[in-house]
Nanobody, 124 residues
């Protein structure tokens, strides 16, 4: 059973930084496009960032553009989300997801696997 395991969440003050990690077990992340998503209480899950397997092309959601960076370390079988200048509205559970490169980028409605999520709380 493939598992994506997120870590690195926590409580941080406004303006702070966090780096989230997503590691895969039972399967390599090679040949998979990866994405980060988040869901705040009472809101729908939304796209945060994605990175392609081929060429490492990156994509970002409008609400986080300029404040987050997605990257991957294939040797470590891990994908990262570096977040800076955090705001209270960034408070959410952050999930990673993958999708085989032949299927396209992961989206909120199309992915191969979700992780269990990691809580990020930004205090004002």
């Amino acid at each position: 059973q493939v598992q994506l395991v997120e870590s690195g969440g926590g409580l941080v003050q406004t303006g702070g930084s966090l780096r989230l990690s997503c590691a895969a077990s039972e399967r390599t992340l090679s040949s998979y496009n990866m994405g980060w998503f988040r869901q705040a209480p009472g809101k729908e899950r939304e796209f945060v960032a994605a990175i392609r397997w081929i060429g490492n092309t990156t994509y970002y959601g409008d609400s986080v553009k300029g404040r987050v960076t997605i990257s991957r370390d294939n040797a470590q079988n891990t994908v990262y989300l570096q977040m800076i200048s955090l705001k209270p509205e960034d408070t959410a559970i952050y999930y990673c997801a993958d999708r085989h490169l032949l299927k396209g980028l992961p989206t909120t409605t199309a992915q191969d696997y979700w992780g269990q999520g990691t809580q990020v709380t930004v205090s004002s």
